[in-house]
């Protein structure tokens, strides 16, 4: 069975420093992966997704991500994080064999200090 | 273009009330999902729809019906409501099964 585990619960960056959270996957195949975000009291928005191809993905507001399949990770990062980054961010995994019904990590809320 | 949107917001319910969380998307989006989020568990997918008149389980399906009898609309319906249904629902709509989700902003459930 599909498994995503995102190991930090939390994580304090100051801001203007480097950012990157960590996702591992657990799946036979090359899933599919995403990086969403939630904002305080909203619902989740998309930053970015891998389907096949360059294994580095671009997204919105600055993010980027790397799929390592030898690692069965996809690293979220952000070279200056900003204060309005601070949020609760989700991988999830999606794959055909499931009709790419999404399994989603636990999150890791992101807190900026000023 | 209002996207995905649930009604109500917030809501209390006596242990063994009934309601119906709606949820309404004008993206013409076919596939249409159900979550709930508890804290630190992610979000587990209840039910979903590919399209109108279909509709399957996820993965916590339990206490909990959909119907889809248009595009737009995919309401969940919860029977004898129980405490352990104190949650966040979540809808979210997609073109297709691995195109981007857009979820509505939620509804917080309590269970008292």
């Known amino acids: 069975a599909q498994s995503v585990t995102q190991p930090d619960i939390h994580i304090t960056v100051s801001e203007g420093a480097s950012l990157e959270l960590r996702c591992n996957y657990s799946?036979?195949?090359?899933?599919?992966l995403f990086w969403y975000v939630q904002s305080p009291g909203q619902g989740l928005q998309l930053l970015l997704k891998?389907?096949?191809?360059d294994t580095l993905v671009q997204g919105i507001k600055g993010f980027e991500a790397e799929f390592k399949r030898s690692q069965s990770s996809f690293n979220l990062r952000k070279p200056s994080v900003h204060w309005s980054d601070a949020a609760e961010y989700f991988c999830?995994?999606?794959?055909?064999?499931?009709?790419?019904?999404?399994?989603w990590g636990a999150g890791t809320k992101l807190i900026i200090k000023p | 273009n209002a996207g995905v949107t649930q009604t109500p917001k917030f809501r209390i319910l006596k242990i063994g009330q009934s309601m119906t969380l709606q949820c309404t998307q004008d993206?013409?989006?076919?596939?249409m999902y159900w979550y709930r989020q508890d804290p630190g568990m992610g979000l587990k997918l209840i039910y979903y729809?590919?399209?109108?008149?279909?509709?399957d389980k996820g993965e916590v399906p339990n206490g909990y019906n959909v119907s889809r009898s248009t595009t737009e609309d995919f309401p969940l319906r919860l029977e004898l409501a129980a405490p352990s249904q104190t949650s966040v629902y979540f809808c979210?709509?997609?073109?297709?099964?691995?195109?981007?989700?857009?979820f509505g902003p939620g509804t917080r459930l309590t269970v008292t």
């Open positions: 979210a709509s997609s073109y297709s099964a691995g195109s981007e989700q857009y």
């Open positions: 993206m013409n989006h076919n596939y």
């Open positions: 729809s590919v399209g109108a008149g279909i509709t």
């Open positions: 799946y036979g195949a090359t899933p599919y």
């Open positions: 891998y389907f096949s191809g």
């Open positions: 999830a995994v999606g794959a055909v064999d499931s009709n790419y019904q999404l399994i």
